[in-house]
């Protein structure tokens, strides 16, 4: 019987020539062998036991926030064309086709309805109806819409379902989707598949297959391997990680289990107290006037709309270069950049 550091150090070799590997059909066997070590090995078969309470709650809150979400967005958009109608405004097919359209999974069907409503906002803003907009999205000084507020429910489903994609269970899962259909190279990013036609479900992934990017495809599920991989070497080795936070006293951020030291009163050090309110990380996105206001500016500093353009985008630079030196020094520590691309994607206001 192999022992836990054993059957570490066999997962760690596969894991590396997984990820060095550029062959479809020998990625596939790979995956295969990888995959098989979780079939047969009892204490393998124990972590990936241990997946299952995790799977079930946080399955069961997304799709409770989903259904939150999905009712916000239909009553937002019924009330839009209600009142569109009244204003004798007509609005495009393309909104109203794209709000009913069918997709693959459940996800990208609540997606697309968000994102019609969203369309049908700057519409309606191009008709001049911004008290109308402001009732359901907030306007820059400039005017434009940077943040739309018809449905909370749907930013907080977006953002815990994108945190599942770093979990082992979903990483797991993917696998085994791979395992199960190796004749199709295929990543799926949102299941289930929300569709009744089995047939039709089949040639829609045929034609996805097709379309997609091995290399992308290969780059997506070398992820899933990695951090399924990472979850087994924590539960195996008894080692118990010190959950993810910052301290703004002291600085010192833990991330992965690891302690990177920072200096709070700098800008980094003042950005992750902004980002961890009672020092677990926020689920909302940073804008430039709150890092301004909260970490920048001094009382004699005139106020963000105030500010010329030159300053401003000179403050952009600074913060831009904060979260970059954050990720710089986290990925030396952690071999993972700590803040994501939504995370950097700061709105301009």
Request: proline share 3%.
């Amino acid at each position: 019987m192999a022992t836990n550091q054993q059957l570490l150090s066999e997962s760690r070799a596969l894991v590396n020539q997984i990820i060095n590997e550029h062959n479809t059909d020998r990625y596939l066997e790979l995956i295969e062998a990888f995959i098989e070590k979780y079939e047969i090995w009892p204490s393998l078969i124990e972590v990936i036991t241990s997946l299952a309470p995790t799977r079930i709650s946080d399955k069961k809150n997304l799709f409770i926030l989903e259904q939150k979400a999905l009712k916000e967005i239909q009553s937002a958009y019924c009330q839009l064309i209600k009142k569109s109608k009244t204003k004798k405004i007509n609005i495009p097919q393309s909104i109203t086709g794209a709000y009913e359209q069918k997709t693959l999974s459940s996800a990208g069907y609540t997606t697309n309805r968000f994102n019609a409503v969203r369309d049908l906002l700057l519409f309606l803003q191009d008709q001049g109806q911004t008290p109308l907009v402001k009732k359901y999205a907030i306007i820059s000084p400039t005017g434009s819409i940077y943040e739309c507020t018809f449905s909370p429910s749907y930013i907080k489903w977006y953002q815990e379902k994108e945190a599942t994609k770093k979990s082992a269970w979903y990483s797991f899962d993917q696998i085994i989707f791979l395992k199960n259909n190796t004749s199709n190279l295929l990543f799926i990013e949102d299941y289930p598949l929300g569709a009744d036609d089995h047939y039709m479900v089949t040639q829609k992934l045929h034609a996805l297959m097709l379309s997609s990017d091995p290399r992308e495809t290969m780059s997506q599920y070398n992820s899933c391997v990695k951090i399924l991989h990472d979850y087994t070497k924590s539960i195996l080795l008894g080692r118990e990680k010190k959950p993810d936070s910052y301290d703004k006293k002291t600085g010192i951020l833990i991330r992965n289990g690891e302690e990177i030291k920072f200096k709070p009163a700098q800008l980094r050090g003042k950005v992750l107290a902004l980002l961890h309110p009672r020092g677990k990380q926020r689920t909302t996105v940073a804008h430039f006037d709150e890092i301004y206001y909260k970490a920048i500016r001094s009382e004699a500093d005139a106020l963000w709309d105030n500010l010329d353009n030159a300053t401003r985008e000179k403050i952009k630079k600074q913060i831009f270069e904060a979260y970059e030196g954050i990720n710089e020094r986290v990925s030396k520590k952690t071999n993972k950049p700590y803040l994501s691309a939504e995370d950097l994607t700061l709105h301009f206001v």
